[in-house]
């Protein structure tokens, strides 16, 4: 009889040096970025159901390009990237008013201190918080129940432009708010 001959095994690749048992530093890495990016959508403007699932996305988009190795600053930035960008498409799907991206929060966001969020999601619910009259409901009817212009102006007795002013005056007002908060 004739022996056959195996042929000899692939040599195996060594692992990346940050991705030693990948399923567990996977739940890790998940953990230690997905508040931030949640919160990130939510400043954005996402309903709580939207974050949920563009978060999910963010994740997904960051495994598929093999960016879950990253160092964590570089790795959040990412994310926040991919979130911006799947909330934009999101928006634009929907054929939705322009979204309301604040300087301040972009700028907060790529600051070191603010890698989850809470900081400014503190000052953010104090600014809130010293809201009145109009623009207090007209912020709970945009932010909290996901109204739109039309809807908000129904409900204020207000024409859907006055309810553009209105919501671009008071979103200026808690920039200025939570820039004192900050510093």
């Known amino acids: 009889m004739q022996a056959t001959q195996v042929p000899p095994a692939a040599p195996q690749r060594p692992a990346p040096p940050n991705a030693a048992n990948a399923a567990g530093d996977g739940a890790a ?4 970025h997905l508040d931030g990016v949640w919160r990130f959508l ?3 403007g996402a309903s709580r159901d939207v974050a949920d699932d563009l978060t999910q996305e ?3 988009v960051a495994w598929q390009k093999g960016k879950q190795h990253l160092p964590p600053p570089a790795l959040a930035a ?3 990237r991919a979130a911006r960008y799947s909330w934009l498409e999101h928006r634009r799907g929907e054929r939705r008013a322009e979204a309301a991206l604040s300087a ?3 700028q907060a966001w790529e600051d070191e201190g ?3 969020g809470s900081e400014l999601a503190d000052a953010a619910r104090v600014c809130v918080q010293q809201l009145r009259g109009r623009a207090a409901k ?3 009817l945009a932010y909290g129940q996901s109204e739109g212009r039309d809807g908000i102006a129904m409900a204020l007795g207000m024409q859907p432009n006055g309810v553009k002013t209105l ?4 979103r200026a007002w808690l920039e200025q708010c939570i820039r004192r908060q900050l510093s």
């Open 138 to 140: 007209a912020v709970q």
């Open 58 to 60: 963010a994740f997904a």
């Open 78 to 80: 990412f994310l926040r």
């Open 167 to 170: 919501l671009a005056r008071t």
């Open 104 to 106: 301040l929060a972009l």
């Open 29 to 32: 890495v998940v953990r230690r």
């Open 42 to 44: 939510r400043c954005l």
């Open 114 to 116: 603010l890698d989850d």
